[in-house]
């Protein structure tokens, strides 16, 4: 982007919502929120993007790939849902700040909106080069059920000025805005999937039937080898 600065408003293309997690498994507050994200923010896609190896918390058993094909098997009639793979393709530990650097670097002329769970929120402040994530892409807040937004200090300081007038604004400069959307509540987490199902129960409802009919049982011992079996 030598030259234009990331604040100057002028005509762009559609913005791109990226939206990262471990996805083990991904499930259907996942799903809800990519969809919901998009039309709310009008966004031309959201690029959903397992970590491979997540920077904050133990790799999961599972492996990478599998938790990618999972991902596809979600997506694959959401054509405006996208799984992409960058991070598979990287070795060394998953940092978003990298894979937005790249995604930058393809599309110079992109808007690039990171959407957010209060959790991961919560978390940002201790992200790899956080304060340079702002300069590559646009903040999206979103509440989670059980996970009340608490914001570090920090961030909000750093954020001080940079709330976004409007979802338009997302469309017009590159990088650099906050805003926070309330979707409806869905109470799904992949902790409780993986707890449901280390008690030998249905997930039905929580978890795409095409991601549930692909379970194998290595893939129910891998996912909840760490599990205790949920009690409620
Ligand atoms: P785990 O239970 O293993 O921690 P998770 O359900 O939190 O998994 P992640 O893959 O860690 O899923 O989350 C990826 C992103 O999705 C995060 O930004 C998280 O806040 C968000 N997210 C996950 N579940 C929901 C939900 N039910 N509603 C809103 N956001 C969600």
């Known amino acids: 982007m030598a030259g234009i600065p990331a604040n100057e408003a002028r005509a762009l293309n559609a913005p791109f919502g990226i939206f990262g997690g471990t ?39 599972i492996s990478a790939q599998r938790r990618m094909e999972w991902v596809q098997l979600a997506l694959e009639n959401e054509p405006a849902l996208i799984a992409d793979d960058c991070e598979l393709r990287r070795a060394g530990p998953s940092y978003t700040h990298d894979t ?42 979103v509440e989670r059920p059980y996970e009340p937004p608490a914001p570090a200090a920090e961030l909000l300081a750093h954020l001080r000025g940079r709330r976004a007038p409007s979802h338009v604004a997302l469309s017009q400069q590159l990088a ?23 008690a030998g129960r249905s997930v039905r409802g929580l978890v795409p039937e095409s991601v549930i009919a692909s379970f194998t049982h290595k893939d129910i011992s891998l996912l909840t080898h760490d599990e205790d079996p949920a009690t409620d």
């Not at 992109?110 to 992200?127: E, I, K, S």
């Not at 805003?179 to 509540?185: F, L, R």
């Open 100 to 141: 937005l650097a790249a995604l930058r670097g393809e599309f110079p002329d992109r808007p690039l909106v990171l959407l957010l769970g209060d959790d991961a929120a919560n978390q940002f402040h201790t992200w790899h080069r956080w304060r340079e994530i702002i300069d590559l892409a646009h903040l999206v807040f």
């Open 176 to 198: 650099g805005l906050w805003t926070s959307a309330n979707i409806p509540p869905l109470a799904i987490s992949s902790t409780r999937v993986r707890r449901l199902l280390k």
């Open 23 to 61: 996805f083990t498994p991904i499930h259907n507050g996942h799903l809800r929120l990519a969809l919901e994200l998009r039309e709310r923010l009008a966004l031309e896609s959201v690029r959903v993007i397992p970590s491979a190896q997540p920077p904050h918390r133990e790799a999961p058993q």
